[in-house]
């Protein structure tokens, strides 16, 4: 009995040990997956910074025409930190543009995903977050380091802000895998997900921080926002922390909620799958 008990931990870790070299294997594979477009690459870390130059002249022109040093506690230094560190994160984020789930539904190879011994969510999670990781390299660091060279840029003042940024980044990352995992899982009941991603590239790019930053809205409707959906939590808290808008106490406080959100979404990730996975029918089988 005693040889029973000893051997049920270690085969808890050996199988906790396994799972996690299946989910660095899967994040390997992600990299290099996205380290062969490289073209594409080149071609989207230059969009980014001539978009870069776009936003930051129209958000430096509202501040210029607000008459006052700051905007809803923006000064031209966080303006354009916001935004050229908003081009960088787009890749690593990534909004729009992963529509692979909805492809394998409408062919039926996403059958093949379910007989794989890796829950669908956590395959295409760490694929993404090697995804991210390329993205970081490639399409994170170009306009970070373009932008100080045209235009004033803030440098965080207190120690905690680059730690709390990049867990942040991170939240934010497994967060919008989340959310596009569900506007691709409607596939399972529309086939054509078009509508979906249409109405989601338009919410989320509005409401999550990347056109503009949410605190130019009323308090009224921004705190609502905040709390009630997981949109901020996209974009707009990443870069609230890295220019440190708020005090301390409130930077932890939004990266908690970040961190719920991404509970909540993964775990409604899960349902969603096992709810679709019951009426699931492959066409012409």
Excluded: K
């Excluded at 129209?58 to 935004?83: E, H, I, M, S």
Aim: aromatic share 12%.
């Amino acid at each position: 009995m005693d040889l029973v008990t000893a051997t049920v931990p270690r085969q808890r870790s050996a199988n906790v040990a396994s799972n996690i070299r299946t989910f660095l294997a899967l994040m390997g594979a992600g990299f290099r997956r996205y380290s062969t477009y490289r073209q594409a690459t080149v071609a989207g870390a230059f969009t980014n910074t001539v978009f870069g130059f776009l936003r930051c002249y129209v958000l430096l022109a509202v501040a210029a025409g607000a008459g006052t040093a700051t905007v809803a506690g923006y000064d031209p230094a966080r303006l354009a930190t916001f935004v050229w560190f908003g081009q960088g994160l787009l890749a690593v984020v990534l909004l729009w543009g992963w529509t692979e789930l909805a492809d394998r539904i409408r062919t039926g190879d996403v059958v093949a995903d379910l007989l794989r011994p890796v829950h669908p969510v956590t395959r295409y999670l760490a694929t993404d977050l090697g995804r991210a990781g390329h993205a970081v390299v490639t399409r994170f660091v170009p306009p970070v380091l373009i932008g100080p060279l045209f235009f004033p840029f803030y440098v965080p003042h207190r120690w905690t802000t680059v730690p709390l940024f990049a867990v942040s980044v991170l939240l934010a990352t497994v967060l919008c895998f989340g959310c596009r995992y569900l506007v691709n899982a409607t596939g399972y009941w529309l086939l054509d997900i078009r509508g979906p991603m249409i109405l989601w590239a338009l919410v989320s790019g509005v409401l999550g921080g990347l056109y503009f930053p949410l605190r130019f809205l009323p308090d009224a409707l921004v705190v609502p926002l905040w709390v009630l959906t997981p949109l901020p939590s996209l974009f707009q808290t990443p870069l609230d922390v890295l220019v440190e808008i708020d005090p301390t106490p409130r930077q932890l406080w939004l990266v908690v909620l970040q961190a719920a959100w991404v509970v909540l979404v993964l775990v409604l990730c899960r349902v969603v799958q096992r709810r679709a996975e019951r009426r699931l029918v492959v066409q012409g089988g």
